[in-house]
């Protein structure tokens, strides 16, 4: 299933930067190499992210076992993206 269209990423490729290490759609973005474009897919990717360290991450240092619904702040310039979601 595709995650981003923009970019064609499906769920595999999520999950598998996931695995290595990403924590946020934004860092899922920086293993691709790639940048945000239209944004409609990062609630996915958040989703996505916070399930997989619910599940696996057990030595993060970042997150816990129970998901936690504002884990980082929204960047200063949050309003610029589109459909009110930041990548972070
Ligand atoms: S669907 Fe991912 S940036 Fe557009």
Same mark, same amino acid.
């Given at each position: 299933?595709?995650? =981003? ?7 595999? %490729?999520? &999950? ?7 924590? &946020?759609p934004a860092s899922v ?7 945000? %474009? =239209?944004?409609? =897919? ?7 992210? %916070?399930?997989?360290?619910?599940? %696996?991450c057990h030595s993060c240092? &970042?997150? &816990?076992a129970t998901p936690q ?20």
């Amino acid at each position: 299933m595709y995650v =981003c269209i923009c970019h064609a990423l499906n769920d595999k %490729q999520v &999950t598998k930067a996931l695995e290595n290490g990403a924590r &946020t759609p934004a860092s899922v973005f920086r293993h691709y190499e790639r940048q945000v %474009q =239209c944004g409609k =897919c990062v609630p996915m990717m958040r989703e996505m992210a %916070q399930s997989h360290c619910a599940n %696996q991450c057990h030595s993060c240092s &970042t997150h &816990t076992a129970t998901p936690q619904p504002a884990l980082l702040p929204e960047p200063a310039n949050a309003e610029s993206f589109p459909y009110g979601v930041a990548a972070e």
